[in-house]
């Protein structure tokens, strides 16, 4: 090549770092090995290259062969190599011409293969030069050198050798690997049969799998599993092996690789997760048994340094105007002595990059220090020294996608890096960080509806919710008002509100309303009613039918005093009545003759529209004012409801439930509006259209604050339930409670988890139907969770005398699914079992594995389900009338939920039935989930 492409310091080390699993077998071969990127700077070199260069490692590091030993060959092929190994990406084998540092020349065997990325492309290439003219001293030297190496470092890291011959089919054991096994050369030879005796019966096969996909591809893999030592012990391993091919590079000769015992490495890993889980569950319990951020602060900051056992915990704020942090909290353990150290934090204000919260607020993601006495970003080095305080981290609390603040904690240990810790306090970052912004929503949110309810007083409008089912009426206070009633007065019925309507407009008001909930559409009318006092008022109503998530009929209207209103528009119809109604109205008015062009435009339209009447009589509508649909893009004329109306003699009518389109006023902004055309007729022909517009921004508004303060006070019931639950556990735990007591608590703690329960429901009906429910496959055993639901489930079918029976399963039947995903399924299927058996019946559950998957069986001796309703059992919101009479408070959801899972796992149910003789569901599910493309979701 005639370009050289060097590595920054930084970036060398990035990719020195990377390609350290390919090299642990390497130092152990007697033949020159290289590694370099993929613009051949050299990255790894073992002892042998060493040997045979007389460069020394630090020497090669970061060179290019080329200006070291090579450059010998004549172009033509150099050339010849580069193209086949990176474009062709094809294993490139030649002899060739090198120089020792010394400058003696040496023929060796070249050998190069490209290591490939996920894309396809060459990223590293791996070069063997065995020595053709090497002195055998220098080889019988190195072997002997290599071979004390390894076994030194096999002794002290626990790793052991194989090597497998393909072609004699003979296997080599080092006396490491034999000594992980437990047994010594003398007990078992070194055959693939005796090792995979020791493989865990179910990792056996993907271990053999493992093996035949090294031979087909020739690449390096590492693989993990599990073996059973002869004294019952069970041991984790790790591969990482390689493929040596014959010279036509077509077919695998040998197998070689290390195995290390990794088990005390998976227990410490083990016990810092639990570690991490017990750190956020304990600020999740925090966030939710407090309601503002200051209440929860010094709380925090006490469980990170009483959980994690480190001395100090500080709160850095970020002054956005400034871009400065400055400390505003801390918390230590009482046993530590801060010499100073807080006060010069207190004093101490950092600018963006300076200092640990400076290089968090820069880098918006977590930052550790192993050592801040020897950090020379750390400023307050010295006094951390005299505090004895060493290992920190810190990590950002995000607001709104912006950093609001830094909790740095602080230890007196010297603490090497944990990525698995910084990932779980980002997390809680960004948790606390939501909590933050879920409290200043919640005042927006009752802001939002002050602001509402004086906009009403200041109109004279008043709002009212019905709903239809449970026949509950929520009314504003201006309602009242308009009603001359006191809003402290008891309840007001929807029926009690009808009597205030005169008799002779109730009996259409009451029509409308049937036939509105009928076709849940939209309806503006007016009506009189006669206050107590005898006055009579004249209303304007505007009515919208609703179907709310649980598919329940709603009536949301608003209700206008129009009393003076309609008095002055009654005055002034004696004068001009037809022009002067049209005029007066709030409402836009504009009217289109046959050619399009504007006849008629009111006060209103001008107003919302910008434009005056001169500038659009007597010319067309469509070419000057413009209209636009829920995306921005312009509607084209043919398709405007007005030309509609005028070509086709239709009405059309929106509201703000089937919003639609926008108007652009002169200045080019925009508004929406609900709209009715109708066609103009004249003696039984169409003589033009005239469209009524209404701007509804406000009425959107409302829909959407009153939409979002739902939305969020669904979510919110997850708080107190979290609180309430945490309490009862830390009771039961912790305090003296009778065995009565006990027993009211674990009731306790199963409501709140049914009450946990329905929330989930509605929120994970709402993924489902939206699509957005990920899944999240690990390994669990099935047999364990089921049991561990009997357990819980105890309670509820002791007391109804229920005989629970589990039989017909394996001891173990570990799984790779979603483990929530399959709870839930469980769950709904073993709680309606219960609920749905008769009392003093049986209830029986099986498991059995078969052909790649389990069959999960559940019969209960219950109510059955009737033949007409077998056909609906798994709709939403569907329950069979036996049901409803046994638990009328069911929510319709939860074999839904189930048949959708099941489903997005991959599996099915079925059940069999008949009325008053019990129930048994089928449930068959994948041992391992595959998603789409069938290939196991490692996401």
Not at 200 to 207: H, S, V
Not at 324 to 350: D, V
Not at 557 to 563: A, E, H, K, L, N
């Amino acid at each position: 090549m005639s370009q050289r492409f060097y590595l920054t310091s930084k970036e060398l080390k990035r990719r020195v770092k990377k390609i350290e699993p390919l090299t642990a077998s390497f130092e152990i071969i007697n033949d020159h090995i290289i590694i370099t990127d993929e613009n051949g700077n050299i990255l790894y070199a073992n002892k042998a290259a060493e040997f045979s260069t007389g460069y020394s490692k630090q020497e090669m590091i970061g060179k290019n062969p080329g200006d070291l030993w090579g450059g010998k060959m004549p172009k033509s092929f150099y050339e010849k190599m580069w193209r086949t190994i990176k474009f062709n990406k094809k294993p490139f084998i030649g002899s060739v011409l090198n120089i020792r540092k010394n400058g003696q020349e040496y023929w060796q065997e070249l050998r190069i293969s490209p290591i490939l990325n996920k894309k396809g492309e060459a990223e590293f290439f791996i070069g063997i030069e065995p020595e053709i003219t090497a002195p055998d001293r220098i080889k019988t030297s190195l072997i002997k050198e290599s071979e004390q190496h390894l076994a030194r470092a096999q002794y002290i890291s626990r790793v052991g050798s194989l090597e497998w011959d393909l072609v004699k089919n003979k296997m080599y054991w080092s006396a490491e690997l034999y000594d992980i096994l437990g047994i010594s050369s003398k007990q078992v030879k070194s055959t693939q049969e005796n090792f995979l005796k020791f493989v865990y019966p179910e990792d056996r096969k993907y271990l053999l799998k493992f093996f035949e996909e090294l031979k087909e591809d020739f690449q390096s893999r590492e693989i993990v599993f599990r073996i059973i030592k002869q004294t019952g012990e069970e041991l984790i391993l790790h591969a990482r092996l390689s493929v040596i091919v014959n010279g036509n590079q077509k077919e695998a000769i040998k197998i070689v690789g290390v195995i290390q015992d990794i088990t005390e490495r998976k227990q410490f890993e083990e016990s810092q997760y639990e570690l991490r889980r017990k750190l956020q569950y304990s600020i999740s319990s925090i966030l939710a048994e407090f309601k503002s951020i200051e209440e929860t602060e010094e709380k925090i900051l006490q469980n990170f340094t009483e959980i994690l056992d480190y001395e100090l915990a500080q709160l850095w704020i970020v002054n956005e105007k400034e871009n400065e942090l400055k400390m505003s909290l801390f918390w230590k353990r009482p046993s530590f002595n801060p010499k100073n150290f807080i006060k010069i934090s207190q004093k101490t204000i950092f600018s963006i990059g300076i200092g640990l919260p400076g290089r968090i607020l820069r880098l918006k993601e977590p930052s550790w220090i192993s050592d801040i006495t020897r950090d020379p970003n750390f400023p307050r080095f010295r006094h951390a020294k005299v505090a004895d305080l060493h290992g920190a981290f810190g990590f950002p609390i995000i607001k709104n996608n912006k950093v609001a603040a830094i909790i740095e904690v602080f230890s007196a240990r010297i603490i090497s890096p944990d990525q698995d810790l910084l990932n779980t306090v980002k997390i809680i970052g960004e948790q606390i960080g939501n909590f933050i912004s879920q409290k200043e929503l919640d005042n927006k949110i009752r802001e939002s509806e002050m602001y509402l309810f004086k906009a009403e007083e200041i109109a004279h409008f008043g709002h009212f919710i019905w709903s239809i089912e449970k026949n509950k009426t929520e009314w504003s206070s201006e309602i009242y008002k308009i009603l001359d009633l006191s809003s402290q007065r008891p309840y007001l019925s929807f029926e009690e509100f009808l009597n205030f309507i005169v008799p002779e407009d109730r009996s259409t008001i009451v029509s409308s309303i049937k036939k509105l909930i009928k076709k849940k559409g939209s309806q503006m009318g007016f009506f009189s009613i006669l206050k107590n006092n005898g006055q009579k008022r004249q209303l304007q109503f505007w009515i919208n039918a609703v179907e709310d998530l649980k598919k329940e009929i709603k009536l949301i209207g608003v209700i206008q005093d129009v009393t003076e209103q309609k008095i002055t528009q009654e005055f002034l119809e004696s004068k001009t009545k037809n022009e002067t109604i049209l005029f007066s109205i709030s409402d836009g008015i504009v009217a289109i003759g046959l050619d399009e062009k504007v006849i008629f435009i009111n006060r209103a339209a001008e107003n919302a529209l910008g434009w005056k009447t001169n500038e659009l009589f007597g010319k067309k509508f469509t070419d000057i004012v413009r209209i636009q649909d829920s995306s921005g893009a312009d509607i084209p004329t043919d398709q405007r409801p007005i030309i509609i109306a005028l070509r086709r003699g239709i009405s059309i009518a929106t509201s703000t439930e089937s919003l639609s389109y926008y108007f652009i006023r002169k200045d080019g902004t925009k508004f929406p509006i609900s709209v009715t055309v109708a066609p103009l007729i004249l003696n039984n022909a169409i003589i033009g259209a005239m469209t009524v517009f209404r701007d509804v921004s406000k009425e959107i508004e409302i829909n959407r604050v009153r939409n979002e303060f739902i939305a969020f006070a669904s979510h919110q019931l997850r708080t107190p339930l979290t609180a309430i639950s945490w309490i009862a556990e830390v009771l039961l735990k912790k305090e003296k409670i009778s065995d009565k007591g006990q027993v009211y608590l674990n009731d306790i703690r199963l409501s709140i988890r049914r009450l946990s329960e329905l929330v989930d429901l509605f929120l994970t009906v709402s993924r489902l139907e939206s699509g957005k429910m990920p899944i999240q496959p690990e390994t669990f055993d099935i047999v364990k969770i089921i049991q561990f639901f009997l357990e819980e489930y105890e309670p509820l079918y002791v007391q109804k005398n229920i005989n629970f029976i589990f039989k017909d399963y394996p001891e173990k039947l570990n799984v790779i699914l979603d483990q929530n995903m399959a709870r839930n399924i469980l769950i709904s299927l073993i709680s309606n079992a219960i609920d749905y058996a008769y009392p003093g019946g049986e209830v029986v559950l099986s498991l059995k594995k078969q052909n790649g998957t389990f069959l999960f069986q559940i019969k209960d001796s219950g109510i059955g389900i009737a033949k007409e309703d077998q056909g609906h059992i798994f709709e939403r919101f569907y329950r069979a009338p036996n049901a409803r009479l046994i638990k009328p408070s069911g929510s319709g959801l939860g074999l839904f939920m189930v048949k959708e899972t099941v489903e997005l796992l991959g599996g099915k149910i079925w059940f069999e039935s008949e009325e008053n003789k019990g129930a048994t569901f089928f449930v068959q599910l994948p041992l391992r989930f595959e998603n789409k493309n069938g290939k196991m979701d490692n996401k």
